[in-house]
T-cell receptor, first 112, second 115 residues
Framework: QKEVEQNSGPLSVPEGAIASLNCTYSDRGSQSFFWYRQYSGKSPELIMFIYSNGDKEDGRFTAQLNKASQYVSLLIRDSQPSDSATYLCAVNMRGSNYKLTFGKGTLLTVNP | ETGVTQTPRHLVMGMTNKKSLKCEQHLGHNAMYWYKQSAKKPLELMFVYNFKEQTENNSVPSRFSPECPNSSHLFLHLHTLQPEDSALYLC??????????????FGDGTRLSIL
């Protein structure tokens, strides 16, 4: 069973702090990794994707990938109350090029 | 019109009713997907269409019947549903259904309630 694991949270951080969201996956052959943000009652919104080991930065967001450890993370710098949402990790696994396997998501709360 | 549009946004139906969900994408993508999102569960892939051809049926009960008349439109026909089918149904699209690096873009979903 191919799996993507996330801590369900809630993860609570003060405004202005760095929020760190983590995700592990079971398939070592996984090729691409996506982070989605989902506000309550809304659809998932793609915020970052990463394909290669290392860091990828986009504004306040940094995705980090370590394929050897089968670990991908999302850092949110200068967290804002508007960042409060559920963050979904999705992994494109070997043998299923077009299928994304999603984690259950981590609920992030940024306190003013 | 932008992105992926789903209608209706909310649907309440009885177990004997027949209804359809509609999805339209304006991104020029060639692959479309149906997902089910239930509380406390990960997103579950239901169906995949690539260039109008169904390429994935993830063991979905036959009471759910997809239709993809062209690369821009996707339907999910519903009949004789069960209470456990109540969920948020999400449509997504991606440039292609093949290849590893294909970000999927989601519509706003249809909140379905079965009485």
């Amino acid at each position: 069973q191919k799996e993507v694991e996330q801590n369900s949270g809630p993860l609570s951080v003060p405004e202005g702090a760095i929020a760190s969201l983590n995700c592990t996956y079971s398939d070592r052959g996984s090729q691409s990794f996506f982070w989605y943000r989902q506000y309550s009652g809304k659809s998932p919104e793609l915020i970052m994707f990463i394909y290669s080991n290392g860091d990828k930065e986009d504004g306040r967001f940094t995705a980090q990938l370590n394929k050897a450890s089968q670990y991908v993370s999302l850092l949110i710098r200068d967290s804002q109350p508007s960042d409060s949402a559920t963050y979904l990790c999705a992994v494109n696994m070997r043998g299923s090029n077009y299928k994304l396997t999603f984690g259950k998501g981590t609920l992030l709360t940024v306190n003013p | 019109e932008t992105g992926v549009t789903q209608t209706p946004r909310h649907l309440v139906m009885g177990m004997t009713n027949k209804k359809s969900l509609k999805c339209e994408q304006h991104l020029g993508h060639n692959a479309m997907y149906w997902y089910k999102q239930s509380a406390k569960k990960p997103l579950e892939l239901m169906f995949v269409y690539n260039f109008k051809e169904q390429t994935e049926n993830n063991s979905v009960p036959s009471r759910f019947s997809p239709e993809c008349p062209n690369s821009s439109h996707l339907f999910l026909h519903l009949h004789t549903l069960q209470p456990e089918d109540s969920a948020l149904y999400l449509c997504a699209s991606s440039p292609e259904g093949q290849g590893p690096n294909q970000p999927q873009h989601f519509g706003d979903g249809t909140r379905l309630s079965i009485l």
